[in-house]
């Protein structure tokens, strides 16, 4: 029983991270009821982005944060205003387009201004056993990935706060609900987008160091927003509280499949899994776990 909880407990951990890029999907898809294609590559240049600015001018890390900070924001209100402004009351399929052209321009932008090597970033954080867990339960549990989720967790609260406490949360949720409503009592459309895809930036600059401490900053943190998918599918691409409790299911059905199921057929499925999970998933529960069912009346 030792080694089924500590490959739980790693694989929840994990799970967690997971959970750092789909809340990036969340909050645009909230807001817009658009798939944001780009998120993986907001992540992969806010990774990028900070460990540029901490090499070219030696600042310390809560400075850089800042800086990155404000560069995501930056890059995040340029979204809304030359891109997703102009296509307004288009298709929800054109605007998923728009995202995809912009997913492969922000990888692009960020490699010519940063240039295409793996870079290591440091955090200060340790990827080691905590000890006194170690010795009071004999489980092995990384202080990485403990980290990793209490910044979740508190990212998560944040956003709940933000969404269901504060003026501009209501509006976005109205938004969200129905835009020429929202237009008709005087809610400012514009506005809102802007400061979703500005939160959406600073989620991404979260997620990117966080997997960026673990794996490197390189091209390959784009694809991390595929293994977001599966979290979507199953928590709803409209919670908050489901990208949690998908990441957290994603992450450990892998982990305890590849170690208990892997044997059986040759291993290597913890790449796949999580997708068969969500497909099976899908064909019983569309909308997710905690996802909006839609009634159309004819």
């Not at 991270?17 to 992969?44: C, D, P, R, T």
């Not at 030696?58 to 205003?81: D, N, Q, R, S, Y």
């Not at 030359?82 to 995809?100: E, H, K």
């Not at 867990?133 to 990793?148: G, H, P, Q, T, W």
Request: hydrophobic content about 60%; cysteine-free; glycine content about 12%.
């Amino acid at each position: 029983m030792q080694f089924f909880f500590e490959v739980l407990i790693g694989g929840l951990l994990a799970g967690v991270m997971y959970s750092l890029v789909a809340l990036g999907f969340v909050l645009i898809y909230k807001a817009s009821g658009v798939f944001n294609f780009a998120q993986g590559a907001m992540v992969f240049f806010a990774a990028l982005t900070y460990v540029g600015l901490q090499e070219k001018f030696g600042l310390p890390g809560w400075a850089v944060f800042l800086l990155t900070l404000g560069v995501m924001i930056g890059l995040g209100i340029a979204i809304e205003k030359v891109v997703l402004r102009p296509l307004v009351n288009q298709p929800q399929i054109t605007l998923f387009m728009a995202t995809i052209g912009l997913a492969f321009f922000i990888e692009g932008m960020a490699q010519i201004i940063w240039g295409t090597e793996v870079r290591r970033l440091d955090l200060g954080i340790e990827d080691e056993p905590i000890e006194s867990v170690m010795e009071r339960f004999n489980l092995l549990v990384s202080k990485f990935d403990l980290i990793a989720a209490l910044v979740a967790g508190v990212l998560v609260g944040v956003l709940a706060v933000f969404f269901n406490k504060t003026r501009i949360g209501r509006a976005l949720r109205a938004v969200a609900d129905d835009h020429q409503a929202a237009l008709a009592v005087g809610i400012p459309l514009k506005q809102i987008w802007a400061i979703v895809w500005s939160v959406a930036g600073f989620v991404a600059l979260v997620a990117g160091l966080m997997w960026g401490a673990r794996n490197g900053v390189q091209f390959a943190l784009t694809f991390v927003a595929l293994k977001a998918l599966p979290v979507l599918i199953l928590g709803g691409f409209e919670s908050v509280l489901g990208a949690i409790v998908g990441g957290l299911i994603i992450g450990a059905a892998e982990k305890l499949a590849e170690v208990y199921l892997g044997p059986m057929i040759g291993g290597g499925i913890e790449g796949w899994f999580a997708y068969v999970l969500a497909l099976l998933f899908l064909l019983v529960r569309p909308e997710g776990m905690f996802g909006e069912r839609h009634i159309d009346r004819v």
